[in-house]
């Protein structure tokens, strides 16, 4: 697999890569590994929970989409 990248970031990389006493290759794969562990560490479901009084058991499947649809389809 081969992945295009602009070369004034890879000159970058190398320098501070070097800099560390690892190799390009070690450096870009220590960016990418920092990445992914901070995408999935900032990575939060949204709250999707609803004020109400919970299900109301009295009503049934047909009156509940009734309910939903009311004035929606003619």
């Given at each position: 697999?081969?992945?295009?990248?602009?070369?004034n970031l890879?000159?970058?990389?190398?320098?501070?890569?070097?800099?560390?006493?690892?190799?390009?290759?070690?450096?870009?794969?220590?960016?990418v590994i920092?990445?992914?562990?901070?995408?999935?560490?900032?990575?939060?479901?949204?709250k999707a929970?609803?004020?109400?009084?919970?299900?109301?058991?009295?009503?049934?499947?047909?009156?509940?989409?009734?309910?939903?649809?009311?004035?929606?389809?003619?």
């Amino acid at each position: 697999m081969y992945v295009e990248i602009n070369d004034n970031l890879i000159e970058h990389i190398n320098k501070v890569a070097l800099m560390k006493g690892f190799s390009l290759q070690e450096g870009l794969e220590k960016a990418v590994i920092d990445f992914i562990t901070k995408e999935e560490k900032t990575f939060h479901l949204r709250k999707a929970s609803f004020k109400g009084e919970g299900l109301q058991s009295n009503l049934s499947d047909a009156e509940i989409k009734e309910m939903i649809y009311q004035g929606h389809i003619q």
